[in-house]
């Protein structure tokens, strides 16, 4: 088989939100490149599409948040030049209190303390919702139109010809010190950005990367208001057209990725309790988010194939880490920039990969 003559920096496969994260910024950077992915409804497109830097439950800073989640504000915003249409609304987080001490916590954060620029100081009162404790609003949050950003954005890269939709076959990969080939194309690198597919991947597939199932209902209530983003337990978030998604749940032991009765008949449940107005099921969705041992992403090069690597387990915060993550990833490539310590892929290296012989 012939090598085509030009051969292009990168290939990425997979376009989730990491996917998509590497090519716009190899794109910015007029790198070339190419994406393969089968653009299957994988976690990035099923997600809430929430950027919100703070964990409600235990009110806590996500990991890193300061840094990525304004990075992350600025590269959602970018798509508006390049596509034509925005993908990050200002939709705020309303965090609807269950108990007189879950209030007085949010309320009793120390000035200094990081998180407190992301709580609102006031004390809101909701309609139509189960709000006996009242609510106050995360400053900042915002909600991305994610599945539209991966058809609008696949498709404009569809349009420049560095887009293959299709299945990436392993076999088909073949490694020498030169270059990567794949099929008939040559490259320097490759980027796998295959989320929990890759247990099926035989080069990162001694990763202990491991899935959680999240599953939201899709429903119709016309009398709820479709600017912000209700948290009681779960999310309730606007889609449009009187539509809401709610969920998600989380789920460590499944035996597929497909909606289930359990999750629907408990999901239920709880928005009957939440809110006093009528709504209906009219769909639901599921997909595995991919989490690593230590709950921090995963990034860097393969222990033995210099040109391979690897950028995943983005747990349940993919939207906003990834963005930062992948420009330090392509950093590193290209000009030796460092891979942050706590993701990098060689913590797993000596436990893992050499305890997993393989042909790879
Ligand atoms: C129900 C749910 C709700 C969530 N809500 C949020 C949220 O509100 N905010 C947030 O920040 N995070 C959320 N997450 C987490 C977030 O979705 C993930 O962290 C993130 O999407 C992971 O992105 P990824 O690109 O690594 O993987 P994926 O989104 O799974 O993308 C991988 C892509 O690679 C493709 N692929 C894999 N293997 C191959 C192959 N061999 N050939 C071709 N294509 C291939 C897949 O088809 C897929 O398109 C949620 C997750 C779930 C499941």
């Not at 490259?187 to 295959?194: E, G, M």
């Not at 597939?205 to 599953?215: Q, T």
């Not at 809110?275 to 991919?290: G, H, K, Y």
Request: include cysteine; hydrophobic fraction near 35%.
């Amino acid at each position: 088989m012939q090598v085509e003559d030009t051969k292009k920096d990168f290939l990425i496969v997979g376009f989730g939100v990491v996917g998509l994260s590497l090519a716009k910024h190899l794109l910015d950077q007029n790198t070339s490149f190419d994406v393969i992915a089968n653009l299957k409804p994988r976690a990035s497109s099923v997600s809430g599409g929430l950027l919100n830097p703070v964990s409600l439950k235990r009110l806590k800073l996500a990991w890193n948040a300061d840094l990525f989640h304004f990075y992350a504000v600025d590269f959602y915003s970018s798509f508006t030049q390049l596509l034509g249409q925005s993908y990050l609304q200002d939709k705020p987080i309303y965090r609807i209190f269950s108990s007189i001490e879950e209030q007085n916590l949010w309320f009793s954060q120390p000035e200094s303390k990081p998180i407190n620029k992301y709580l609102s100081s006031d004390l809101i009162d909701l309609a139509k919702v189960d709000n006996k404790f009242r609510s106050a609003k995360v400053i900042d949050s915002y909600l991305i139109r994610l599945r539209e950003l991966i058809s609008d954005f696949s498709n404009y890269l569809i349009g420049s010809s560095r887009f293959i939709q299709a299945n990436f076959n392993y076999a088909d990969l073949h490694l020498s010190d030169s270059c990567v080939k794949y099929n008939s194309r040559g490259y320097k690198h490759v980027i796998f950005a295959d989320g929990y597919q890759v247990i099926n991947n035989p080069f990162f597939n001694y990763l202990p990367i491991y899935g959680n199932k999240g599953e939201y209902l899709i429903v119709r209530c016309t009398d709820l208001s479709q600017d912000k983003i209700y948290k009681p337990s779960k999310f309730l978030i606007p889609l449009g057209q009187g539509l809401f998604k709610f969920g998600a749940t989380y789920e460590r032991d499944f035996t597929d990725d497909l909606p289930s009765a359990s999750a629907r008949l408990n999901l239920n449940k709880e928005l009957e309790k939440f809110t006093t107005v009528d709504f209906e099921i009219v769909d639901q969705v599921s997909a595995i988010r991919p989490t690593s041992k230590d709950r921090l992403p995963i990034s860097g090069q393969h222990p033995k194939h210099s040109s391979l690597f690897t950028l995943n387990a983005m747990g349940s915060r993919g939207i906003m880490s990834a963005p930062h993550l992948a420009k330090n990833l392509i950093n590193s490539i290209k000009t030796n920039e460092t891979i942050m310590d706590q993701v990098n892929v060689n913590r797993f290296t000596r436990k893992h990969f050499k305890s997993s012989p393989s042909l790879y």
